[in-house]
């Protein structure tokens, strides 16, 4: 048996899970997440994986993680010493940012906080002109007190951002190597190597951003490879932000891809299992400890969105909001996320409202219920409450249950307060919970001009089969469904996807006219780097794909839309193609068109990816026996509290057909279906939940 494993931290636990390459069958650990140190749940997990698997490591041929140390860093202002060197006259292009404000109508809010600060940014004399032509030359001079004043406040990295340098790289290059002579302890980040792209801003913030938490993800990395070498693993992968893994050496050259690292995972898992099951219209459901994640999939095809600011503070959709945090101009799968996780801690307003989130418990001291010292009544403690999960137990009898504690938390800081029973508090948080989480599936469906009813909903992550069901029907949703090791489903993800990564460079020129020949040599350099970058990796050569796009706008626009060019070859048919695909495009997008308007080139752009083969997934079924576990009280808002049968889902056959209500639980997570739907289990052990006496 050939074996691929993934690791996953979430906000309470860490996943690890395996696959075999062959039979597709399936594994899972759990180990609460380490927040004072993140590797080592890291370890825990794959030490108990491997264990409890019995998997000889030199059976395991990838090694794949996804890591919050990014986004961690950034979020709690904890990112290295960082300075930024830009053309002189440039020094405060990181504060004058754009005129994008998150709310038109809060004359007092706040931009976020300048990753280098003004002492930490300085200026050097040099110009190249919008042709890429040199104006000024570098000042050499210049640079022999630039060093010594950066060494004077020891710093960890250095951005370098100069202007028009998309164009001419000559002058970060002289600088950016006299740089990581004199400064050789000191990670030195060039726009030109990070994002040859135009705009400025966010050129200079994406530069920032990877120098700012270049050593922290370099120093986490480190000890986690030192840590996974222990235990004799092959090399390791790192999940990047618009899905496929890349090797650390990779990541460490482009940090800021890898921010939205797991969130990714778990979306890339969800058109694997998607194109198995023959339905590639999803809605992505995954709800962790502390978020809720929200994606489409649309005939199979993931959305990725380069329009993506990190840092934004908590809150429901920030990141569709220009302003609230650090612009990042690498490709990020479209997500909605909202606080709103296992985890998350349910409270009263002043003003006497129930409020859910945005703050969580997260791992330590976690809900109530977990008995670690949680003082704040959660919505996991809600689910228990109501019946939903196991009063005693979770993870199969590892964890034990503190059902009084949870009781008491709602009763003295809920129930009491609102004049409420436990009960119909407990439900109310449910209420808010779905509701926020149900406005993050409309972002990514209604608000993108998509019909949920059109879409099954396909959700994971420890307490996403909860809510799931209650979640379809709010939406008008026809089908659920729920993969095998949904707990661990982002982990799975990990293991499900290729090697992957995406070049750009921008090249200004009308689309029309432009000699074929041109563009081809440019997309061939970008292809040059793909393949030293692939060679590393060890995937067969006959397993490499290039996928060429453009960004293309109409002249006098500002915004451009990516279009994939067909084919290979790069003549003036395939350009033709490509200006066609941009007016649909643009129809599809703004519901418009025009057709003699001139197609202008703004950035060429490249995915290389290295194909790992089809890793096929299905659930473990049995002959049926044993299935039933239990009955139990538990609530549900057309009946109040009813007896409900509890089941095994190990246990099940396929085949099965399962009548709500019912609760059916496993190691990683539990399924609840309401009265009024129905579960039948297909023959690769999914759960389709679809409504009424039926299923389809």
Same mark, same amino acid.
């Given at each position: 048996?050939?074996?691929?494993?993934?690791?996953?931290?979430?906000?309470?636990?860490?996943?690890?899970?395996?696959?075999?390459?062959?039979?597709?069958?399936?594994?899972?650990?759990?180990?609460?997440?380490?927040?004072?140190?993140?590797?080592?749940?890291?370890?825990?997990?794959?030490?108990?994986?491997?264990?409890?698997?019995?998997?000889?490591?030199?059976?395991?041929?990838?090694?794949?993680?996804?890591?919050?140390?990014?986004?961690?860093?950034?979020?709690?202002?904890?990112?290295?010493?960082?300075?930024?060197?830009?053309?002189?006259?440039?020094?405060?292009?990181?504060?004058?940012?754009?005129?994008?404000?998150?709310?038109?109508?809060?004359?007092?809010?706040?931009?976020?906080?300048?990753?280098?600060?003004?002492?930490?940014?300085?200026?050097?004399?040099?110009?190249?002109?919008?042709?890429?032509?040199?104006?000024?030359?570098?000042?050499?001079?210049?640079?022999?007190?630039?060093?010594?004043?950066?060494?004077?406040?020891?710093?960890?990295?250095?951005?370098?951002?100069?202007?028009?340098?998309?164009?001419?790289?000559?002058?970060?290059?002289?600088?950016?190597?006299?740089?990581?002579?004199?400064?050789?302890?000191?990670?030195?980040?060039?726009?030109?190597?990070?994002?040859?792209?135009?705009?400025?801003?966010?050129?200079?913030?994406?530069?920032?951003?990877?120098?700012?938490?270049?050593?922290?993800?370099?120093?986490?990395?480190?000890?986690?490879?030192?840590?996974?070498?222990?235990?004799?693993?092959?090399?390791?992968?790192?999940?990047?932000?618009?899905?496929?893994?890349?090797?650390?050496?990779?990541?460490?050259?482009?940090?800021?891809?890898?921010?939205?690292?797991?969130?990714?995972?778990?979306?890339?898992?969800?058109?694997?299992?998607?194109?198995?099951?023959?339905?590639?219209?999803?809605?992505?459901?995954?709800?962790?400890?502390?978020?809720?994640?929200?994606?489409?999939?649309?005939?199979?095809?993931?959305?990725?969105?380069?329009?993506?600011?990190?840092?934004?503070?908590?809150?429901?959709?920030?990141?569709?909001?220009?302003?609230?945090?650090?612009?990042?101009?690498?490709?990020?799968?479209?997500?909605? %996320?909202?606080? =709103? $996780?296992?985890? !998350? @801690?349910?409270?009263?307003?002043? *003003?006497? #409202? +129930? &409020? /859910?989130?945005?703050?969580?418990?997260?791992?330590?001291?976690?809900?109530?219920?977990?008995?670690?010292?949680?003082?704040?009544?959660?919505?996991?403690?809600?689910?228990?409450?109501?019946?939903?999960?196991?009063?005693?137990?979770?993870?199969?009898?590892?964890?034990?249950?503190?059902?009084?504690?949870?009781?008491?938390?709602?009763?003295?800081?809920?129930?009491?307060?609102?004049?409420?029973?436990?009960? %119909?508090?407990? =439900? $109310?948080?449910? !209420? @808010?919970?779905?509701?926020?989480? *149900?406005? #993050? +599936? &409309? /972002?990514?469906?209604?608000?993108?001009?998509?019909?949920?009813?059109?879409?099954?909903?396909?959700?994971?992550?420890?307490?996403?089969?909860?809510?799931?069901?209650?979640?379809?029907?709010?939406?008008?949703?026809?089908?659920?469904?729920?993969?095998?090791?949904?707990?661990?489903?982002?982990?799975?993800?990990?293991?499900?996807?290729?090697?992957?990564?995406?070049?750009?460079?921008?090249?200004?020129?009308?689309?029309?006219?432009?000699?074929?020949?041109?563009?081809?040599?440019?997309?061939?350099?970008?292809?040059?780097?793909?393949?030293?970058?692939?060679?590393?990796?060890?995937?067969?050569?006959?397993?490499?794909?290039?996928?060429?796009?453009?960004?293309?706008?109409?002249?006098?626009?500002?915004?451009?839309?990516?279009?994939?060019?067909?084919?290979?070859?790069?003549?003036?048919?395939?350009?033709?193609?490509?200006?066609?695909?941009?007016?649909?495009?643009?129809?599809?997008?703004?519901?418009?068109?025009?057709?003699?308007?001139?197609?202008?080139?703004?950035?060429?752009?490249?995915?290389?990816?290295?194909?790992?083969?089809?890793?096929?997934?299905?659930?473990?079924?049995?002959?049926?026996?044993?299935?039933?576990?239990?009955?139990?009280?538990?609530?549900?808002?057309?009946?109040?509290?009813?007896?409900?049968?509890?089941?095994?889902?190990?246990?099940?056959?396929?085949?099965?057909?399962?009548?709500?209500?019912?609760?059916?639980?496993?190691?990683?997570?539990?399924?609840?279906?309401?009265?009024?739907?129905?579960?039948?289990?297909?023959?690769?052990?999914?759960?389709?939940?679809?409504?009424?006496?039926?299923?389809?």
């Amino acid at each position: 048996m050939t074996w691929r494993i993934g690791v996953d931290i979430g906000g309470t636990f860490t996943d690890a899970a395996l696959v075999d390459e062959g039979s597709g069958a399936i594994g899972i650990a759990k180990t609460l997440t380490t927040p004072e140190d993140f590797g080592q749940g890291v370890v825990n997990a794959l030490r108990e994986a491997i264990e409890t698997y019995d998997v000889p490591p030199g059976d395991v041929s990838l090694l794949s993680h996804a890591t919050t140390v990014v986004t961690n860093a950034i979020l709690e202002e904890k990112g290295a010493r960082t300075a930024l060197i830009a053309t002189r006259g440039f020094r405060d292009i990181l504060e004058l940012r754009r005129s994008s404000r998150s709310d038109l109508y809060d004359l007092f809010q706040d931009p976020p906080a300048t990753l280098v600060p003004r002492h930490r940014r300085f200026e050097i004399t040099e110009r190249i002109d919008a042709q890429g032509d040199v104006v000024t030359p570098l000042a050499d001079t210049e640079i022999d007190d630039l060093v010594e004043e950066i060494k004077s406040l020891d710093v960890d990295a250095v951005a370098v951002s100069l202007l028009f340098s998309f164009l001419n790289d000559t002058h970060e290059k002289a600088l950016g190597e006299r740089l990581r002579t004199a400064l050789p302890d000191a990670s030195i980040f060039l726009s030109s190597e990070v994002l040859p792209e135009i705009r400025e801003f966010e050129r200079t913030s994406t530069t920032a951003v990877c120098a700012y938490v270049g050593p922290i993800l370099d120093s986490y990395l480190s000890r986690l490879e030192e840590a996974v070498g222990s235990l004799d693993l092959p090399g390791l992968h790192v999940m990047g932000s618009a899905g496929g893994v890349v090797d650390v050496a990779e990541a460490l050259r482009m940090p800021a891809a890898v921010v939205e690292s797991g969130p990714a995972a778990g979306v890339i898992a969800a058109a694997l299992v998607g194109n198995q099951i023959n339905k590639n219209n999803l809605l992505s459901f995954d709800m962790g400890g502390t978020t809720a994640k929200a994606a489409l999939i649309r005939d199979g095809h993931i959305e990725t969105t380069a329009e993506y600011e990190v840092g934004g503070g908590e809150g429901s959709q920030n990141r569709w909001l220009h302003g609230t945090g650090h612009p990042i101009r690498v490709p990020v799968i479209d997500l909605a %996320e909202v606080s =709103a $996780g296992g985890g !998350s @801690i349910a409270w009263i307003d002043p *003003a006497g #409202a +129930l &409020r /859910v989130g945005p703050r969580s418990a997260g791992a330590a001291p976690g809900p109530v219920c977990y008995g670690r010292g949680g003082t704040e009544p959660t919505v996991t403690d809600a689910n228990l409450v109501l019946g939903y999960l196991d009063a005693g137990s979770l993870l199969g009898g590892r964890m034990s249950i503190d059902y009084d504690g949870a009781v008491r938390a709602f009763e003295e800081k809920i129930a009491n307060p609102l004049g409420q029973t436990v009960s %119909e508090a407990a =439900a $109310g948080v449910i !209420s @808010i919970v779905n509701n926020n989480m *149900a406005d #993050a +599936l &409309r /972002v990514v469906s209604v608000e993108r001009g998509h019909d949920p009813r059109e879409f099954g909903l396909i959700a994971f992550g420890g307490a996403g089969p909860l809510h799931a069901v209650a979640l379809a029907e709010e939406l008008d949703v026809p089908e659920v469904v729920i993969p095998p090791i949904p707990g661990g489903f982002s982990a799975l993800g990990l293991v499900g996807t290729d090697i992957r990564r995406d070049y750009a460079k921008t090249h200004f020129a009308p689309l029309t006219g432009t000699e074929p020949a041109q563009l081809a040599a440019l997309w061939d350099e970008m292809i040059e780097s793909a393949k030293a970058m692939l060679t590393n990796t060890g995937v067969p050569e006959d397993q490499w794909v290039f996928q060429r796009s453009a960004d293309l706008r109409y002249a006098r626009q500002a915004y451009e839309l990516n279009v994939p060019l067909e084919g290979e070859r790069v003549d003036h048919g395939s350009l033709k193609k490509l200006a066609d695909g941009y007016h649909e495009r643009h129809a599809q997008t703004y519901g418009h068109k025009n057709e003699a308007e001139s197609v202008q080139i703004v950035t060429l752009r490249l995915t290389a990816t290295g194909q790992l083969p089809n890793l096929p997934i299905r659930q473990k079924t049995t002959d049926g026996r044993d299935s039933f576990k239990a009955n139990r009280m538990a609530w549900f808002p057309k009946t109040g509290n009813i007896e409900t049968p509890v089941l095994n889902r190990d246990r099940f056959a396929a085949g099965s057909t399962i009548k709500g209500p019912a609760i059916i639980e496993s190691l990683d997570s539990t399924i609840v279906i309401p009265p009024g739907w129905r579960g039948r289990v297909d023959a690769r052990g999914f759960i389709r939940i679809t409504r009424g006496e039926e299923t389809q």
